[in-house]
């Protein structure tokens, strides 16, 4: 038998209702490709086994029972710790919440479940999904699988390294300001950020409540839509969650591999961003990029130069109303209600203090101050509002470019995977490195990023941005990509 892990999620079910392998066997396959090589990497913080087992053999009755498998029957995934899964411990990545056990399934977690998909355990990440580098994590950092001197991005960076090592076939992450699509450039995986309200957030732990999203890092564009579309849909949980009927974004992509000829992207307008051509964009990234920008041409797509005036403001916009809602949403970690609780405090103030000062690390301290001071009574108008209408502009700004093309292409971010410590002395550079995934963020527009090539022997991101709800064309240009590339 092949290695179990180089199957797709169709190929494990195929696999699985041939009986070629069994459930047990690939979760097996996945553990001790962990084993071997998690040590080095460090993208997970704990194992789910018993319940990866109990679905194992789940799916393995049903086959030995000739039953219809389900469409992630035999998926091995791994769940940024941000996500709740019941049972296990959901630690966000700090301290304090360093043994809190989930009571309950995220949605998305009940979802994929009931479609056939086993968890292998949770994955690490930057302290409450703060941070562009996964150095933010309270356990320590998750390594490059491409490089280990180098992050893997953040914030959902061992969800991308989990993947590009091979130690899960796909992974969840969450993506506020970037976190699903960066670390997926930095790792040369697939990783996707669906619409805001196209899948439930219950369940997710609340960083930017207008902002964040979960999506799926995969090794193709067909996994990650096979995850998206048992996850996509309303949820009687989550008010924000859409009510639009969910599209076959599965059997879209099949009738597209059927029916691809030689331009089978012939008619679809792409919008190249004229600003994204700016300071600070690496030579190599800009040239990985102009190149994937030529294979689309050379698949029919129609290239036309947009603009986004306001891009430059995005970084400010952005780190104004996420750690405005990030003071919000962190105040209930306060010692009474969830995980640690500092024991030796006299006071009730001084058990909070104590309880936060001790259970936070340093960026999330930040930007609870920051938040805390752009909603304080004397500069809420000068920051919060201003920011929420700047928002506004750049929301429009984006409307405008998506009314004289069908999608937009830019990178999805300005270098490749920097060194450990590179950056984690100067905050201010670490931000400013988030500017092209910041934008759609704020919009509540779908993005993914597709692994485009090299810069320095390191993988490269281009990133698509597509109308509100229209997941099914960036899926669609995402395959259509993936094939030329595989057939040159
Ligand atoms: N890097 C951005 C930040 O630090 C985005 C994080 C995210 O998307 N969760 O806020």
Redesign the pocket.
């Known amino acids: 038998m092949q290695d179990l892990r180089q199957l797709s999620i169709a190929e494990a079910r195929a696999a699985l209702g041939a009986r070629q392998a069994s459930a047990a066997e690939i979760a097996a396959a996945y553990y001790a490709a962990i084993e071997s090589y998690d040590p080095a990497i460090h993208a997970y913080l704990s194992l789910s086994r018993e319940r990866a087992l109990r679905q194992a053999e789940r799916l393995d009755r049903m086959a030995a029972a000739g039953e219809p498998l389900p469409p992630l029957a035999g998926a091995a995934l791994g769940i940024k710790d941000v996500i709740a899964v019941k049972g296990e411990r959901a630690t966000c990545a700090s301290r304090i919440l360093e043994n809190y056990i989930a009571p309950y399934d995220a949605t998305v977690i009940a979802r994929l479940e009931a479609a056939g998909a086993l968890f292998l355990g949770k994955l690490n990440c930057?302290e409450f999904?703060?941070?562009?580098s996964n150095e933010n994590s309270a356990y320590g950092p998750v390594r490059n699988p491409h490089d280990r001197e180098r992050v893997p991005g953040?914030?959902s960076g061992g969800s991308a390294a989990a993947v590009a090592a091979r130690t899960a076939l796909a992974t969840l992450g969450?993506?506020?300001?970037?976190?699903i699509r960066?670390p997926a450039s930095f790792c040369g995986v697939v990783g996707l950020m669906p619409t805001y309200g196209r899948v439930s957030r219950y369940g997710l732990t609340a960083?930017g409540s207008s902002l964040d999203r979960i999506g799926p890092l995969a090794r193709s564009v067909t996994d990650a839509a096979a995850i998206l579309q048992v996850m996509a849909g309303a949820d009687a949980r989550d008010a924000t969650s859409s009510k639009r009927p969910v599209p076959d974004y599965t059997g879209e992509l099949a009738a597209a591999r059927r029916q691809a000829g030689s331009r089978p992207l012939a008619g679809v307008r792409m919008g190249i961003v004229r600003e994204s051509w700016r300071e600070g964009l690496d030579r190599e990234v800009e040239a990985a990029v102009k190149q994937a920008l030529a294979r689309f041409e050379s698949l029919g797509c129609q290239t036309v130069e947009v603009s986004l005036p306001r891009l430059d403001a995005a970084i400010a916009i952005?780190y104004i109303i996420?750690t405005a809602e990030a003071s919000s949403n962190l105040a209930r970690y306060d010692g009474v209600r969830y995980g640690y609780r500092e024991p030796h405090a006299a006071t009730l103030g001084e058990m909070y203090r104590r309880t936060r000062s001790g259970g936070f690390g340093p960026e999330v301290k930040r930007r609870i101050l920051l938040g805390t001071y752009v909603l304080s009574a004397g500069y809420y108008d000068a920051y919060y509002r201003k920011a929420q209408q700047a928002r506004t502009l750049l929301a429009q700004d984006f409307a405008a470019a998506l009314a004289e093309c069908d999608v937009l292409a830019l990178p999805t971010s300005p270098t490749p995977a920097f060194r450990l410590g590179e950056k984690t002395g100067d905050p201010l550079a670490m931000?400013l490195a988030?500017i092209y995934?910041?934008p759609a963020?704020l919009a509540g527009l779908p993005g993914i990023s597709l692994p485009c090539g090299k810069a320095q022997g390191l993988p490269v991101g281009l990133q698509l941005v597509g109308r509100h709800f229209e997941e099914s064309l960036l899926l669609r240009l995402g395959q259509a990509f993936e094939q030329a590339g595989a057939a040159e």
């Open positions: 930057d999904a703060m941070g562009s953040g914030s969450s993506d506020t300001g970037g976190s960066q960083f952005y996420a931000y988030d995934t910041v963020s």
